[in-house]
């Protein structure tokens, strides 16, 4: 019964993960009218920083043994998903409607499946190309009809494109990392790393001054929606992620956070900004979302087999 009740309360925080992911293009795009995107990205990952600091802190032991080859491969998960990805999704939503950037940065996995052959060999099945070939033509749908409206369009696309790549080279290598590394451990020094990255860059730009002082004048409703992109989405959703993970199936998580994000940012899109997504976007939507379920089906079914093969050399070793 406990654990039912655990697996129950599982399932309903990948659902607000999913929720608070999708709102984030929604919300982020209406922060973005007061707050450029590198002090967004500055800000939000100083926040975080601070917030996983603790867990760094304990952990100061298990650091100082780790291998230089560890500590790279960090600084890259860090750059990847706390510098180029955020920095470039933010700018893509100064042009795109937040469904159209979302759609697109969603189609990460496909490109994830694609470097994990290249680095490590990972067999693709026919299912999995398959799968890459639809959520393509999905992508395309969806950037043909954002395309239509001019040089600008072409260049944020070039943006979402950019910050797609970003998340799928940070999901590949950091698999090995949440393999080998506590949680919050990964979390925190990647939030570290980037939030250094992120000052550097700031401070070689000469806009360090200028991000203290966009902060400085925020209205309540711009602090708000700044305080949910680095509280709740950041932290928040990933300490939930973290909590439900270990407890649902490796398919079930995946769909519950994947799949309801595009529906959620719709619904704000509609609400907030007053825009619904075009019939186009829909149907580029849907067509990725399909590819996308084939490419994560098969993966699941792989890692399932991997998994009882595993379990199976495990059980063989304990008799001997």
């Known amino acids: 019964m406990a654990r039912v009740s655990q697996a129950r309360l599982a399932v309903f925080a990948l659902l607000i993960v999913s929720a608070i992911w999708g709102a984030h293009a929604v919300v982020g795009a209406n922060v973005e009218r007061v707050i450029a995107p590198l002090p967004l990205t500055v800000g939000r990952f100083t926040v975080t920083a601070l917030c996983f600091f603790p867990a760094l802190f304990h952990a100061r032991k298990r650091f100082r043994q780790m291998s230089m080859r560890t500590w790279l491969t960090l600084t890259a998960a860090g750059l990847s998903v706390a510098v180029f990805y955020p920095l470039f999704y933010y700018q893509s939503l100064l042009t795109l409607s937040p469904v159209e950037s979302l759609l697109i940065i969603n189609a990460a996995p496909i490109l994830a499946a694609f470097l994990a052959f290249v680095f490590y060999r990972e067999r693709l099945s026919r299912r999995q190309l398959l799968g890459m070939g639809i959520a393509l033509f999905g992508v395309i749908l969806i950037a043909t009809k954002a395309s239509g409206r001019g040089h600008t369009s072409l260049s944020a696309l070039l943006d979402a494109g ?16 949440f393999q080998a590394l506590p949680r919050f451990d990964v979390l925190g020094v990647t939030s570290v790393i980037g939030a250094l990255a992120l000052w550097l860059i700031a401070f070689a730009q000469g806009q360090a001054d200028h991000t203290l002082e966009t902060y400085a004048h925020l209205t309540l409703a711009a602090w708000l929606g700044f305080l949910f992109i680095a509280l709740f989405v950041s932290v928040i959703a990933y300490t939930l992620f973290g909590y439900a993970l270990p407890r649902v199936p490796t398919g079930l998580s995946a769909s519950l956070t994947f799949y309801p994000q595009a529906v959620f940012a719709a619904l704000l899109q509609w609400v907030i900004i007053g825009t619904l997504p075009t019939l186009r976007t829909f149907l580029g939507g849907g067509v990725l979302l399909v590819g996308t379920f084939l490419l994560q089906k098969s993966n699941v079914q792989t890692s399932g087999k991997d998994l009882g093969e595993q379990t199976a050399r495990e059980n063989r070793s304990s008799q001997l």
Do not use: N, P
């Not at 950019?162 to 990392?177: C, P």
């Open 162 to 177: 950019i910050g797609m790549a970003s998340f799928a080279f940070y999901t590949v290598i950091s698999r090995k990392l």
